[in-house]
């Protein structure tokens, strides 16, 4: 019997997309409490975990989509990994790219096999 489900997180992490990118469609935007701080959290659609926004990305999405979260809902992102410096120590981190809506579209939502 595969226990995969016993420990994964309900959130994505880079190690999870081991240099994948996809494609995805923002479903909801919620805040939550995580590791003592406020993070914005996006669910997206065809997807059953979630994904935690850092600093950098949610500056991101802020230049595209407004700092108004309801203005998220619909629009397509692109996750993907890349090195970063996370507390002074290189390692990989997700990166989310806002995508325009005329290239966004339900042909390139791609669950990622995990």
């Known amino acids: 019997?595969?226990?995969t489900h016993l420990v994964q997180s309900r959130y994505y992490t880079a190690a999870d997309?081991?240099?994948?990118?996809?494609?995805?469609?923002?479903?909801?935007?919620n805040t939550e409490e995580l590791g003592?701080?406020?993070?914005?959290?996006?669910?997206?659609?065809?997807h059953d975990r979630q994904l935690v926004v850092n600093?950098?990305?949610?500056r991101a999405l802020f230049k595209?989509?407004?700092?108004?979260?309801?203005n998220w809902l619909g629009r397509w992102i692109e996750v993907t990994t890349a090195p970063v410096t996370y507390?002074?120590?290189?390692t990989r981190g997700i990166v989310i790219t806002?995508?325009?809506?005329?290239?966004?579209g339900p042909a390139v939502d791609e669950d990622v096999p995990f």
């Open 64 to 70: 595209a989509f407004g700092q108004e979260s309801g």
């Open 55 to 58: 600093p950098t990305n949610l």
């Open 98 to 104: 806002p995508l325009a809506r005329e290239i966004s």
């Open 36 to 46: 003592g701080k406020e993070k914005a959290v996006l669910g997206l659609a065809n």
């Open 87 to 90: 507390r002074g120590q290189r």
């Open 17 to 29: 997309l081991a240099g994948k990118t996809f494609k995805a469609n923002i479903e909801t935007v």
């Open 1 to 3: 019997m595969d226990l």
